[in-house]
């Protein structure tokens, strides 16, 4: 899949996830943005693709607010002329006792995860309507939307959420040929993967831990002109750890 003058922005792109997807657009010949509040980890990213050849545009951006989402669109149409796919990545969780949750803390995870959604896909969706292909968004869910640990409310509620805006998306935009997908990753190691043991291996059915990689496979699937047939979905990638069976011994 070829993502030659397709130009692709990730919010959160400066580690972890967000980075390890823009880092395979970049592969793919797409100019990249990296959508990034912390300066230091978006320019990293920017400097390691282009140091392997890629073209990429840091955008210091706080994804809470309307006024710099606003300006991210803009700048990007500035500077490649159009805006192909969007891949809605960042976000935050904190995991505190139900009791101890703040209602600011509430609000700023809500605001971080779930707004920037609508916020990034609606202005987003203005320039992509001008294309004459239409364009792709992708929402970076969680499989935390479909299932809990204690103490994960404010994460889970947004979580939920993106999974059900996705589809709602996908059904407003459909005329404007735009295709609207989420993907929920489950356990995907960002730290030293050489540390994981095989208990936490053989957790899974795939008998792996995830790599930011593997989500970044998805997301190229999802958003590559040829597979326009797939919209309004929610892609598990998980290694299978959500439809394992554990029982106690």
């Known amino acids: ?81 159009r805006i192909d796919i969007l891949i809605n990545n960042a976000g935050k969780g904190v995991f505190k006792p139900l009791f101890d949750l703040s209602i600011e803390e509430w609000d700023d995870v809500i605001q971080t995860n779930l707004r920037s959604v609508f916020l990034g896909s609606r202005e987003a969706a203005k320039y992509m309507m001008q294309n004459e292909e239409g364009g792709a968004i992708v929402n970076i869910a969680s499989t935390r939307a479909i299932m809990s640990e204690p103490n994960s409310e404010s994460y889970a509620a947004t979580k939920g959420g993106i999974v059900a805006i996705t589809h709602a998306l996908a059904a407003s935009l459909s005329n404007e040929r735009i295709t609207v997908n989420a993907i929920s990753p489950g356990w995907i190691e960002t730290g030293d993967y050489a540390k994981l043991s095989k208990t936490d291996h053989e957790q899974h059915f795939s008998k792996r831990v995830g790599k930011p990689e593997d989500i970044a496979r998805a997301c190229l699937y999802l958003t590559a002109k040829e597979n326009d047939f797939v919209t309004g979905i929610n892609l598990v990638v998980d290694g299978g750890m959500t439809r394992k069976m554990i029982y106690e011994e």
């Open 1 to 81: 899949m070829s993502f030659s003058n397709k130009t692709v922005i990730v919010t959160g792109a400066g580690k972890g996830i967000g980075k390890g997807i823009a880092l395979a657009y970049a592969e793919n010949g797409a100019n990249v943005i990296v959508a990034e509040m912390d300066e230091k980890t978006g320019s990293q990213t920017v400097h390691t693709i282009k140091e392997q050849g890629g073209e990429a545009l840091f955008v210091q951006t706080d994804v809470r607010k309307e006024t710099e989402i606003i300006s991210l669109m803009e700048t990007v149409n500035q500077a490649y002329g």
